[in-house]
């Protein structure tokens, strides 16, 4: 190991470390002993990460409140970073909250988190088309049987008993914190991208069930066979045709594709 | 004055500033006198969305450079070829005027530390950082600056003053330097070297860019905090870099605390105004 290598290593363990420890490595002066100038970087490296983190978790930090500080503290010492951006540290913060004590107590917070995890990582997901009205249009009747819907690749279903998109919507519009619901059944959510802007909302069970058939890329006719086990067979058509123009409308598709008739 | 910008190669931009999210619309609609924009490469080294579309308007009004707080060049860990790789594509994609990073390391055994943390100024930190801008400048596929950092701790080992190392590892690795002014400033206080005898130990020909910046009195340092107006030392010692380095982009950089831009812009003006009798007096 070279002395530059070891030096750093040092250096490493030394901001890491839960106290200041004494380096030989390091001189002080008259104006600040070597401790004080190493505790720079030590204190600097954590308001960092915890500055960075409340940045990505808006609806955690509300949903968190008061006990804020201490999460981000406790995941900050549990995991030093290892991504060149910031912003990457907090990629594990909802596994964190899942099992680290006391936050697995309150499951609220990672579900919190996997939402807060999701609209920033939808944000600035690859470019993508999104299937248009005339798309649609111009299938021909005789191939909606094979007719294959692609959702947007960056579309992620998250499922939770907790009201978590109402701490988001709050903290992106600066509102009062509001109560923390618990539902008996659980619910899902959407977060996707409609262009530049990340959408997301609840989805009924069957909605949710058809579209994971359509991201399994089942055919069209086995989507509404899907919906005809919620609504029978009559009904499966017009909640499709509904369905169908409200992901059409947000951008949700990608793209469809059919065999050449 | 010196003259000599034989090393430079690279165009002059004038007065510019760092591109923050606050002042997008801003500065889209009424740029005033913004010359040049330098940008944060990490922030756009993404696959997607609205940064990138926001960054094609603006590449389409101003010359652009790319400040990266990543490249860790001073790192014993082996360099990160996933972010040259994704930090060349995007510098192909926005063709910057250059590209700079800085004098530091972030990070070792995979541990980053979101710092710029200095290095000791030794024999073995210079070999060692020379063959990585090489390597960084083959990857690239142009020569990259890189910048002084604030410091507030000194390495025992360290043999040569911070200058010495700066201008050594430009001159063999052949890369060109991005002084802060604002940086030496807080590093001269911190350490009680002479900020002028920074100055004079820099070879002018190597001055690409300057950063001008605020930083924050702490109980016995200086801290680089970036969040804070220019005071009037840091003021006084860019007259002194103009006077020995001659056209140098020069640009305002703010980190935190933005302020709105009208405040910035009246920053940019008093560069202005400190710099060009000096060199209209030296042409």
Known sequence: MSSLQALQQEMLQAVLADATPRLRELRGDERANAATRLDIYRHGYRIRLRDALAVEYPGLSLMAGKRLPALLENYVEAHPSGHYNIRWHGAGLAAFLDYGRPWREKPELADMARLDWAISTVFDAPDEPALAVSDMAAVPPSAWGELVLEPQPHLQILSTPYNVEAFRRAADQELMRPRLRHYSKMRHLLIWRQELTVRYRSVDSDELAVLTDAIAGKPFAALCECLAQYHGEDEAMSRMATLLHGWVDSGLLRSCNYPEV | ?283
């Open chain 2, 1 to 283: 004055m010196n003259k000599d910008n034989s090393t430079r190669q690279l165009p002059y931009l004038g007065f510019g500033l760092g591109l923050r999210v606050e002042h997008y619309e801003t500065l889209l609609e009424n740029p005033g006198p913004v010359e040049w924009l330098e940008v944060i490469s990490e922030n756009y080294m993404i696959p997607g969305g609205r940064p990138l579309v926001w960054l094609e308007k603006f590449r389409e009004r101003f010359p652009l450079v790319m400040h990266g707080v990543s490249m860790s060049i001073g790192s014993t860990d082996p360099l990160d070829q996933g972010y040259l790789k994704r930090l060349a594509a995007l510098a192909k994609r926005i063709e910057p005027k250059w590209v700079s990073d800085h004098l530091c390391w972030t990070g070792v055994q995979g541990v980053n530390l979101h710092d710029l943390m200095p290095l000791p100024y030794t024999e073995e930190a210079l070999t060692h950082v020379v063959d990585r801008v090489r390597r960084v400048q083959d990857a690239l596929g142009r020569r990259i600056l890189l910048e002084n950092v604030s410091s507030y701790i000194t390495y025992v080992d360290s043999q040569l003053s911070e200058w010495d190392f700066l201008a050594a590892i430009a001159e063999r690795a052949d890369c060109l330097i991005l002084l802060d002014i604002n940086n030496i400033y807080v590093s001269a206080h911190n350490h009680g070297f002479s900020p002028l005898a920074y100055l004079d130990g820099i070879p002018a020909s190597r001055v690409q860019q300057f950063h001008l910046a605020g930083h924050e009195h702490g109980e016995q340092l200086i801290i680089d905090t970036h969040d804070a107006p220019i005071v009037s030392p840091v003021w006084d010692l860019y007259v002194e870099a103009v006077r020995r380095y001659g056209h140098v982009s020069t640009m305002i950089e703010r980190d935190d605390h933005i302020p709105p831009l009208e405040e910035l812009l009246v920053e940019l003006d008093q560069a202005r105004r400190l710099a060009l009798p000096l060199l209209q007096a030296a042409a």
